[in-house]
RNA sequence: GCCCGAGUGGGGUAGUUUGGAUUAUCCUAGAGGCCUGCGGAGCCUCAGACCUGGGUUCGAAUCCCAGCUCGGGCGCCA
């Protein structure tokens, strides 16, 4: 058990064994109060009886301290014991363990279509399934990531179409030409589409080679934020292998028609799965494609901006009627400029590799105010980590469902709560621990200083779960800041070297610091350097 | 119009699941302070906020109802 746990079990085993021992009803709450007013707290306010005070003050030993105020009993957990208790899962490693579990979780996330390079907007979904899921994996399960590349259906017909007329070095604009004026293309890209859908192997097979390589752009933009997938699967496939045709067969007992076009009924309104001309839609390859997931996978997640929110509600019917309830999505907000929704058309877009290239820039220009030192490979290098960690972490710090009004200028701000501040105290900590001579004793009496960093560390694991279970990335970024807040007051109060009889000690506690602050950096996908 | 989110100091943001404690978190911008330090991209102090109106409750930022504002959705698109 973490310390934190193992601390809360037994405030609560002696609470409850007291309130046996008096035949008190066990009426409580508990819930880690604000920090003034300890560890954790017995909040008795629902209970009609309220222990004796002075009692439950008798319960406290050397962990736990039971100080009764009215209907709240307060539990303050020993400086020292608590304090040894943190380092010593630190300096083991337990602290940052989680136990194996078994199920299998898919994240799919970004599966943009291919039309361009990502703009910020987009980039939030790939953050958010990025992280996400290196937070899963933390936790212990066997997690894959999915990208979905959408190969066949109007958009990427027209697309294809696009660059076939209007060439492909500037493929974005030869799709908005076509897209700007549909009606007068509308029957070629429909003949495509009919072409794709009867799986017509030499079509869908230069498609996807067509595909690829503007899905390359895409691609390069989130290598440079250390996105990747685990796989690709190309919604083709789905026809390719039967599946949607037998899906469509399963359900022809439930479909009405509407001019040849097949629909379901639900509440939600008219499920369209089938075209008059016989095409299917993408949401009926969708389906084929969440079935997939769900018979190979305990658990699919996807990840979905919030105008997919009804989209994904009937995803969820069909699922129903099939059956099938593992698969799930995470919703987060758009992201929009000062001049409103990001559009190309009216030229507010901002695309990441100008972000990332700003924010590199800008770490740069801070590195050498800074430093003269370092060579000119080594401030590349640097400012490379801090400018594609404060893109990443700017976008992961808001909550999911909140809205964003994307500033570059105060994003390019890595003054406060921003990626350079959280690496920087690790920088600090590295740069301790590179100074040390020889090993000594650990003295396990704790200061205040000491004990209080030491007490945020063994949030780490609380936090994990924390974020696990509310599908919150966010969290993980704002606990980070928090513990580097709470180093960098450490720092000050606390010489490490050269402090006699405290030294080893310290010394652990800033190791501990710095493991603590890596395991973060992993899942945020925070590039650590010992020098910024 | 109907459906789904969001409204917290000047700007941004946590807390809202699971209603509680004279003091609602943090960042930024503002005012002031620390400093030859194991790296100042730091630390400390001050000042400043729960959209409005009802309701439930001993108690509401949190729950319920209504309204307002802002986003999103309501396709034989993806």
Known sequence: MKPYQKFEAMAKEKMDSHLAGRSIEKNYRTYRPQKNFGDLSFDFQKSKVIPVASEISALSDQYVRFVPTGK?????????????????????????????RRDKILIEHTSANPTGPLHIGRVRNSIIGDIFSRILRKYGYDVTTEYYVNDIGTQVEALLLGTELFGSENYTESYRKVYESFDSYKDKVEEYMVRAESGNPQFLKESKERLEVFLRDVLTDLEKLSIRFDFFIWESEFILDGSVRELILKLTPLLKDDNGAKYLESDQGKMYLLRSNGTSVYFTRDISHHLMKSSKYDKAIVVLGEDHKSYFKKIEFAMDILGVHNVDALFYSYISTKEGKMSTRRGNVVYVRDFIEEAIEGAKEEILKRRTDLSEEEVRDISNKIGTSAVRYNIIKYAPDKPVTFDLAEALNFEGDAAPFIMYSYARARSILSKLGKDSEVSWKFIEPESSLLKEISLFPVVVEDAVKHSRPDKIARY?????????????????????????????????????????????????????
Do not use: H, W
């Open 72 to 100: 709240f009993i307060n539990v303050k957990f020993s400086d020292q014991e608590f304090s040894k208790s943190v380092l010593e899962d630190g300096m083991s490693g337990e602290l940052f363990q989680f136990e194996k």
């Open 480 to 532: 980070s800041y928090e513990l580097a807040g709470a180093f960098n007051q450490f720092y000050r109060d606390c010489p490490v070297l050269d402090s006699g009889e405290n030294l080893q000690k310290r010394v652990e506690i800033v190791r501990t610091f710095a493991k603590t602050m890596e395991e973060l950096f992993q899942m945020l996908g925070v590039q650590a350097s010992d020098t910024i």
